[in-house]
C-alpha cells in the first residue's frame, strides 16, 4: 500500500484520492454555469467569479469574496457560478467523492 492510497472503497481520481481530476469551466463574461450535482472544491476562480445559492426565491451569494471560493456541495440544481466581469474568467473544479 503505498502512501498515495485511500482505503474508502468509492473510485478514485487523481493518484488514489476521493478527488477527480480537475474541470476547468470557462464562464463567458455575464454568465452562469449551474454546478453539477456533487461536491466539491473550487480553485483558481477569476477574480469576477463568485459561487452563488438559490433558496427558492433569489440567488444569494455564497461566497466570502468573488474569487475566493470555499468546499461546497450542490444538488445539481441550486447553486451557480456567476462571472460579473466583462471578458471570459475560468474556475478550476474537482469533485469529491
Request: hydrophobic share 45%; charged share 10%; glycine share 16%.
Amino acid at each position: 500500500m503505498g502512501t498515495d492510497f485511500v482505503p474508502t472503497g468509492m473510485a478514485v481520481g487523481v493518484a488514489g484520492s476521493v478527488l477527480a481530476a480537475v474541470d476547468r469551466r470557462t464562464i463567458g463574461a455575464g454568465g452562469n454555469y449551474v454546478v453539477p450535482a456533487g461536491c466539491y472544491m473550487a480553485t483558481d476562480a477569476g477574480t469576477n467569479i463568485a459561487l452563488f445559492a438559490f433558496d427558492g426565491t433569489v440567488w444569494s451569494q455564497a461566497s466570502v469574496a468573488a474569487g475566493s471560493i470555499p468546499f461546497f456541495c450542490s444538488d445539481g440544481i441550486n447553486m451557480r457560478f456567476q462571472n460579473a466581469g466583462a471578458g471570459n474568467q475560468t474556475v478550476d473544479l474537482q469533485k469529491i467523492g
